[in-house]
């Protein structure tokens, strides 16, 4: 079946600081990546829509200059949380729909667990 | 918008069997998934339904009510390893990103 890696698995990060969590889909290709977040017992929130060679398209109350997102290739996509904060802490979860997809085809990377001390 | 309710919490025997229900209201309606979530981990896919009816895939299985707003997943012969949160997801009319419940969470005990 479709691959989807994350990296890093987990990160510990200061206060003010910018991570990077990468998004790679290893044996497809994916025109779009979704990054999602969730906090401890609640749902995957979805925070946007990363389509490749374009800007990302973010849900209402995500800012965009704090969650820098970008597709660069159609197996990558980045996540950057800038000048993060201790609330920032949660586990990132990005999936990958194939340039081929069926009608509902989406596959999650195994997770970034993101502590912001 | 997407109202989707779930139970927050499930016990069962290791053994059983055990029915989690899914109820929502959305704009539309374009395809109810379930996921599998073990803790610390992501999603993985168990089951997508678009029409009406029972799709049965080895243990699991899941049920789909379009004119009702209803959903269930169906666990037969429960086993430890079946300890998790499932998650129902509902695509809208208007889209091919599912909007996520907040999950149940299963507790298989022996």
């Known amino acids: 079946g479709a691959v989807v890696s994350q990296h890093p698995s987990w990160v510990i990060c200061k206060s003010g600081t910018s991570v990077k969590i990468e998004c790679r889909s290893l044996?497809?290709?994916?025109?779009?990546m979704f990054w999602y977040r969730q906090f401890p017992k609640q749902s995957l929130m979805l925070m946007a829509t990363?389509?490749?060679?374009?800007?990302?398209?973010?849900e209402q109350g995500v800012e965009k200059d704090k969650f820098l997102i970008n597709h660069a290739s159609l197996t990558l996509s980045t996540l950057t949380v800038t000048s993060a904060h201790p609330e920032d802490s949660s586990f990132y979860i990005c999936?990958?729909?194939?340039?081929?997809?069926?009608?509902?085809?989406?596959?999650f990377g195994p997770g970034t667990r993101l502590t912001v001390t | 918008g997407q109202n989707i309710d779930q139970p927050t919490e499930m016990t069962a025997t290791e053994g059983a069997i055990v029915q989690i229900n899914c109820t929502y209201q959305t704009s539309g309606f374009n395809g109810l998934f379930w996921y599998q979530q073990h803790a610390g981990e992501a999603p993985t896919f168990l089951s997508y339904n678009v029409l009406d009816g029972l799709e049965e895939k080895g243990r699991f299985s899941s049920f789909l009510s379009r004119s009702k707003g209803y959903s269930y997943l169906l666990l037969k012969e429960l086993q430890m390893k079946d300890s998790a949160s499932y998650l129902c997801?509902?695509?809208?009319?208007?889209?091919?990103?599912?909007?996520f419940g907040r999950g149940t969470s299963l507790i298989v005990h022996p």
């Open positions: 997801a509902v695509r809208d009319g208007g889209s091919y990103i599912p909007t």
């Open positions: 999936s990958a729909r194939p340039e081929t997809s069926g009608s509902y085809e989406q596959y």
């Open positions: 044996d497809f290709q994916a025109t779009t």
């Open positions: 990363s389509n490749e060679g374009s800007k990302a398209t973010y």
